[in-house]
């Protein structure tokens, strides 16, 4: 599976959500704030660090936390585009707390950045926070992260037990390359005598040429041989497990 030209699916607008949970003062709060922002978008670094104990906390969707999508209003207010909106999100990165930090780092899909706040991921991807690392692989990551990154980004989050399923754009990206590092760490695994995570199997499985005997029972299920080359399911298969 190369590389596709295709973007990932950027994350809902938080706005509706938002509307049905923020009560009312909450919500003149933030419309005051994002216009404040967009009249002068100084402002949002006093704005930024208020949110949680003006608009609460809390999970919203599947992707957004009520403070995340509340962050994500006021940077997508900035009225500022390239080098400048991007020298503002790092500011507020590198002065926030890891709260503040996912919501940069969750919100960069929305904003109009190009690969300049790459280093922002490279610098959550470096670190131990794994809710800083699965929200620095989200749509952003998977459309600009450079390949061999990604590949690491990827086996970072099964050492860190991070599941596979919330890496965003595994589908299109993982390729041989990454199936025969998934292959090594789960010989790896073996030979210490312990188990290998399951969702690195439909990776792994989609290159059988890089899974050895000793690794099929592991990999491909006890009693299982190597699957010949016509059996490599399509991109479509690669993330779900076999019955």
Known sequence: MAVTNASPSPPPDPRPALAGVLDPAARAWLDGGAAEVAAEPGAVRRLFPAVRRRCGRGRLTPYWTVDEAARAVLLTALPLRGRALADEVSRLHRH????????????????????????????????????????????YAAAHLPD???????????????????????????????ARMLADFAHERIVAGRDVPLDIRPVVRAFPDVIGTALAPALMGPGADVPNEADVPNEADVLEEED
């Open 148 to 178: 061999a990154e990604y590949r690491q980004a990827v086996l970072k989050c099964v050492f860190c037990e991070i599941p596979l399923a919330r890496v965003t754009g595994l589908d299109t990206r993982a390729d041989r390359e990454l």
């Open 96 to 139: 926030g707390d890891p709260a503040e930090q996912r919501a940069v780092l969750r919100t960069l899909p929305l904003l109009d950045l190009g690969d300049l706040a790459l280093p922002l991921v490279r610098e959550a991807l470096r670190g131990n926070d794994t809710t800083l690392i699965e929200a620095a692989l989200g749509p």
